[in-house]
Structures are given as structure tokens and as C-alpha cells.
């Protein structure tokens, strides 16, 4: 060790001895000045979603459809040949019936909904004179039917099923008696005809008693009402919708569901609970989105100053050597910074207020991926703090108390469970919510009174459901 290290050594080892005497002080303690709370307000989206089961309205559908969708009894010409010289030219008498012989299917297909139903037909013929009366035949096929329908939302808050006027077979509908085809199209395609524009009639009652802006409507107000995330701290959601758009109808085997995307901002905060928002009217549907988008919501994590100042002793009093004992550690905030103070005294001085405040301030880190908070840039306020440091047994006391990571992965997971079983929750007149959270990213970190709050902006998904 070269002479200057050892003077150095030497000199802090006094300084620090003096620093420990009963009358001696290291520093001034910073003022208590905390940070002024934030408001935690973001641009959210709510997704709303109006369901119905489609086997119901395949009901209601069905009720106005016949069995029997055409019967025939026509005279038609059989026999066209020639023998020897002569062309000979008779005709038979033709009846038969089409008919369906199941129920009406509707399902889903992404935009669509197909309806389909299978249709048997059967036909027979004879001779209509007494030269060809011993002519006969019969035949029956069975084929299916379907036809679609495209949903939408118009601006006005109606939907219209667009039930389209085509259909096809699966097969040609076609009956062989007597060496002839029967085409059963054109006797049947006009009923079908006949019983589509039905349909679409009682379909188009079906949807009107959904009175889908009605329902809208709930679930536009319901999306003002405050809501309790989490009890302990008490922390509170406030919705201010501003717009709704329409994103689109979906279906599958059994549900058919309108999207709506309800855009405004998202409002978090702590203690008691918000004055209700009054709900405006309405608005009208807004332009058409492909999907509603992400609901975000700013969710403070408080990291209490006690908690930090015990994960900072824990640090501290594992690396202090020789004569020195960490009696107590504080930390709080001042002007923008956390302030920590370490009481140092010597191991062999048990007189209750023994001991000297060092005084150390430092901007905090968060990293929201591994939930853990950092001093990386924790520094004494005055060099003879840092002296006493330096000579406090340990020389990269300091350097540890810089790469400490404090975890507060049990107050965030505490958050965040509360506040997803919270956003899943019946709402009045057979609406329900259902919301889930799952992603987190660093908004802001401020010093507030009673702790670090760790503000994290929280992105996943929240419905409005009304349906099934």
C-alpha cells in the first residue's frame, strides 16, 4: 500500500471516528418535501358487445317456413321417336312434391350467417293415353339448401340482417322417371323464393325486439360508473366515454355478437371514491374500426417508505465490518429525490441514541418486467457523508446499496389480482363486465408522502356484455 492510501485511510478513519462521537453531526437532514400526486388519466377503450343465441332466431325463423314448399301435376311429352317411317309423340301426366324433412340450421361464418335446410322431392309419372298407359316410373331425391346473410350495424343504431335473395343446391335437384330429367328447380326455386322474403320479414322482427340501441345505451351509462379495483389501498376506476364506434358483427355455431369500441379516458385514484361522471346521451355510431382496441388503465403501486427502509437496512447491515453497527435506517422524499439516512455507531457504544445520520439521496429505477426498484445513482449529499461511508468497515457499501434490487412484486401482484376480479362483476339489467389485465409498462415514478408510487400502465381487455 502506498503512503498516500494509507494517510487517506487513516484520515477517513478519523474523520469517521469523529463523525461518531456523541456531539458530532455528518450532515444536515434534507427536508420532507414530497412529490404533488399526478392525476392517472389515459386514453382508454372499452370494448361492448350485444349477443343473441342464433338457435333462437333459427326458432322464430322456422315457426313461418312450411314443410311442404311446392307440389306439381303437369302433363309433359314421354315418348318422341321415330319407328319405321312414322314419328311418334305421347304424353304422360306428372305429379310429385318437394318438401323439407329437417329443421332450419343457422350458424356462423365469420361475417355471415348460412342458414340451410335439407329438401327431399319425389315425382311419378304415366302414360297419358291408352297407347302409353302401361308407361310408368317413379323417382325421390334429397338435397339441402342454403342461403346467408351478412349483418350490420347501421349508424342509427338498427341492424340489418341483409338476408340475401340467392341460395344454392349442394346438387343439382333433378329426378329421372320415364327417360327424362325432371327439374325440380324450377318448380321449387320460386317457393323458396316465396319463403325467403318471409324470412326476411320475421328475421327482420326478431332483430327489432333486440332493440340493440337500447341496449347500447345501458351499456353506454353503465360505463360511467365508478369502479372499486382494489380495497386495500382503495383504488378506483372512473370511466368519461366520448365516442362509440362499430366494429363489426361475428358469429359462430350458436351466438351472433355486435362490437362496439367506446373511446374516452381512463381515470385512476386513490382513496375515496370519485363523484359519479353524469352520463351524456348516446352518441351516434361513429366511424367503422376493424376491432376495438387495447382498454389501458394507470395503476399506482405504492411501495411504503417503512417497507423500503427496511429492504435498505437488510442491504446495509449485511456488508457493514469492523466496529460499526447500523442502528436504524429512514427514508423519505425531498424535492424530487428519496432521501436515505443510515444511523452508524460504533458496535461497542449501547447508549440508546448513540450513532451519527448519514444522509444519501437518490433518483429511484423501476424495471415493471421483473417488478424491482433500483438506487443506481445513490450518492452522499456532502463529502463528509461520503467520507464516513467510505470508512464505515466496508469501502463498496455504497456500490451495493446502488446494485440492491428491491423487489415489490407482492404489492404489484397484490394490485393486480384484485383489480382483475374486480372488472369481472354482473352489472343491472342482465349486463355483466368482464375485464382482464395482462400487461404492464412504466408510466411515471413519484415521491408521494407515504411511499414511492410506481405508476404502470396496465393494457388489456374490457367488455360490456349483454347476451348470453
Same mark, same amino acid.
Given at each position: 500500500?502506498?503512503?498516500?492510501?494509507?494517510?487517506?485511510?487513516?484520515?477517513?478513519?478519523?474523520?469517521?471516528?469523529?463523525?461518531?462521537?456523541?456531539?458530532?453531526?455528518?450532515?444536515?437532514?434534507?427536508?420532507?418535501?414530497?412529490?404533488?400526486?399526478?392525476?392517472?388519466?389515459?386514453?382508454?377503450?372499452?370494448?361492448?358487445?350485444?349477443?343473441?343465441?342464433?338457435?333462437?332466431?333459427?326458432?322464430?325463423?322456422?315457426?313461418?317456413?312450411?314443410?311442404?314448399?311446392?307440389?306439381?301435376?303437369?302433363?309433359?311429352?314421354?315418348?318422341?321417336?321415330?319407328?319405321?317411317?312414322?314419328?311418334?309423340?305421347?304424353?304422360?301426366?306428372?305429379?310429385?312434391?318437394?318438401?323439407?324433412?329437417?329443421?332450419?340450421?343457422?350458424?356462423?361464418?365469420?361475417?355471415?350467417?348460412?342458414?340451410?335446410?335439407?329438401?327431399?322431392?319425389?315425382?311419378?309419372?304415366?302414360?297419358?293415353?291408352?297407347?302409353?298407359?302401361?308407361?310408368?316410373?317413379?323417382?325421390?331425391?334429397?338435397?339441402?339448401?342454403?342461403?346467408?346473410?351478412?349483418?350490420?350495424?347501421?349508424?342509427?343504431?338498427?341492424?340489418?340482417?341483409?338476408?340475401?335473395?340467392?341460395?344454392?343446391?349442394?346438387?343439382?335437384?333433378?329426378?329421372?322417371?320415364?327417360?327424362?330429367?325432371?327439374?325440380?328447380?324450377?318448380?321449387?326455386?320460386?317457393?323458396?323464393?316465396?319463403?325467403?322474403?318471409?324470412?326476411?320479414?320475421?328475421?327482420?322482427?326478431?332483430?327489432?325486439?333486440?332493440?340493440?340501441?337500447?341496449?347500447?345505451?345501458?351499456?353506454?351509462?353503465?360505463?360511467?360508473?365508478?369502479?372499486?379495483?382494489?380495497?386495500?389501498?382503495?383504488?378506483?376506476?372512473?370511466?368519461?366515454?366520448?365516442?362509440?364506434?362499430?366494429?363489426?358483427?361475428?358469429?359462430?355455431?350458436?351466438?351472433?355478437?355486435?362490437?362496439?369500441?367506446?373511446?374516452?379516458?381512463?381515470?385512476?385514484?386513490?382513496?375515496?371514491?370519485?363523484?359519479?361522471?353524469?352520463?351524456?346521451?348516446?352518441?351516434?355510431?361513429?366511424?367503422?374500426?376493424?376491432?376495438?382496441?387495447?382498454?389501458?388503465?394507470?395503476?399506482?403501486?405504492?411501495?411504503?417508505?417503512?417497507?423500503? /427502509?427496511? !429492504?435498505?437496512?437488510? =442491504? *446495509?447491515?449485511? @456488508?457493514?465490518?469492523?466496529?460499526? %453497527? +447500523? &442502528?436504524?435506517?429512514?427514508?423519505?422524499?425531498?424535492?424530487?429525490?428519496?432521501?436515505?439516512?443510515?444511523?452508524?455507531?460504533?458496535?461497542?457504544?449501547?447508549?440508546?441514541?448513540?450513532?451519527?445520520?448519514?444522509?444519501?439521496?437518490?433518483?429511484?429505477?423501476?424495471?415493471?418486467?421483473?417488478?424491482?426498484?433500483?438506487?443506481?445513482?445513490?450518492?452522499?449529499?456532502?463529502?463528509?457523508?461520503?467520507?464516513?461511508?467510505?470508512?464505515?468497515?466496508?469501502?463498496?457499501?455504497?456500490?451495493?446499496?446502488?446494485?440492491?434490487?428491491?423487489?415489490?412484486?407482492?404489492?404489484?401482484?397484490?394490485?393486480?389480482?384484485?383489480?382483475?376480479?374486480?372488472?369481472?362483476?354482473?352489472?343491472?339489467?342482465?349486463?355483466?363486465?368482464?375485464?382482464?389485465?395482462? /400487461?404492464? !409498462?412504466?408510466?411515471? =415514478? *413519484?415521491?408521494? @408522502?407515504?411511499?414511492?408510487?410506481? %405508476? +404502470? &400502465?396496465?393494457?388489456?381487455?374490457?367488455?360490456?356484455?349483454?347476451?348470453?
Amino acid at each position: 500500500m502506498s503512503y498516500r492510501a494509507a494517510y487517506l485511510r487513516i484520515g477517513a478513519a478519523l474523520l469517521f471516528a469523529t463523525l461518531l462521537s456523541p456531539s458530532a453531526r455528518a450532515d444536515e437532514a434534507p427536508p420532507i418535501a414530497p412529490d404533488k400526486p399526478a392525476p392517472f388519466v389515459t386514453p382508454s377503450r372499452v370494448s361492448a358487445t350485444i349477443e343473441f343465441g342464433i338457435p333462437a332466431l333459427a326458432r322464430a325463423v322456422e315457426r313461418d317456413v312450411p314443410h311442404r314448399l311446392a307440389t306439381f301435376d303437369e302433363r309433359i311429352q314421354c315418348v318422341h321417336r321415330r319407328v319405321l317411317f312414322f314419328r311418334v309423340r305421347a304424353n304422360c301426366d306428372i305429379e310429385g312434391y318437394v318438401e323439407r324433412t329437417g329443421p332450419i340450421s343457422l350458424y356462423g361464418r365469420g361475417d355471415a350467417i348460412i342458414g340451410s335446410t335439407p329438401i327431399y322431392g319425389a315425382v311419378s309419372g304415366q302414360g297419358a293415353n291408352r297407347f302409353t298407359r302401361r308407361i310408368h316410373g317413379e323417382a325421390e331425391a334429397g338435397v339441402t339448401v342454403e342461403a346467408e346473410a351478412r349483418p350490420m350495424l347501421r349508424h342509427d343504431w338498427s341492424l340489418d340482417l341483409r338476408l340475401s335473395d340467392s341460395f344454392h343446391w349442394t346438387e343439382p335437384p333433378v329426378l329421372h322417371v320415364l327417360g327424362r330429367n325432371i327439374q325440380l328447380a324450377r318448380y321449387v326455386e320460386p317457393r323458396i323464393r316465396e319463403q325467403l322474403a318471409r324470412v326476411r320479414v320475421r328475421a327482420a322482427e326478431a332483430v327489432r325486439r333486440l332493440d340493440l340501441h337500447g341496449k347500447a345505451e345501458t351499456a353506454w351509462h353503465h360505463a360511467f360508473t365508478p369502479i372499486e379495483l382494489s380495497d386495500n389501498p382503495p383504488v378506483w376506476l372512473q370511466l368519461n366515454p366520448q365516442s362509440a364506434a362499430f366494429a363489426g358483427v361475428r358469429a359462430d355455431r350458436r351466438v351472433l355478437w355486435g362490437v362496439l369500441e367506446i373511446e374516452g379516458n381512463a381515470a385512476t385514484s386513490v382513496g375515496a371514491a370519485p363523484a359519479p361522471v353524469a352520463a351524456t346521451p348516446l352518441p351516434p355510431l361513429g366511424r367503422d374500426i376493424a376491432a376495438p382496441g387495447k382498454f389501458e388503465v394507470i395503476l399506482p403501486v405504492n411501495v411504503g417508505y417503512d417497507f423500503l /427502509s427496511q !429492504k435498505v437496512k437488510e =442491504v *446495509a447491515a449485511a @456488508q457493514l465490518n469492523g466496529d460499526v %453497527a +447500523l &442502528r436504524d435506517v429512514k427514508t423519505y422524499p425531498s424535492n424530487g429525490k428519496l432521501i436515505v439516512g443510515l444511523k452508524l455507531a460504533k458496535k461497542t457504544d449501547t447508549a440508546p441514541d448513540a450513532g451519527t445520520w448519514l444522509y444519501l439521496t437518490a433518483t429511484p429505477q423501476v424495471d415493471p418486467e421483473t417488478q424491482t426498484l433500483r438506487l443506481p445513482d445513490l450518492a452522499a449529499l456532502a463529502a463528509k457523508a461520503d467520507a464516513a461511508v467510505q470508512a464505515s468497515g466496508d469501502a463498496d457499501l455504497a456500490d451495493r446499496l446502488r446494485q440492491a434490487k428491491i423487489l415489490y412484486q407482492e404489492a404489484y401482484q397484490r394490485l393486480l389480482a384484485a383489480a382483475n376480479k374486480n372488472l369481472t362483476r354482473p352489472l343491472k339489467n342482465g349486463f355483466r363486465m368482464e375485464g382482464h389485465l395482462d /400487461s404492464a !409498462k412504466l408510466d411515471h =415514478v *413519484a415521491l408521494l @408522502q407515504d411511499g414511492v408510487s410506481i %405508476a +404502470l &400502465r396496465m393494457s388489456g381487455d374490457l367488455k360490456i356484455l349483454y347476451g348470453l
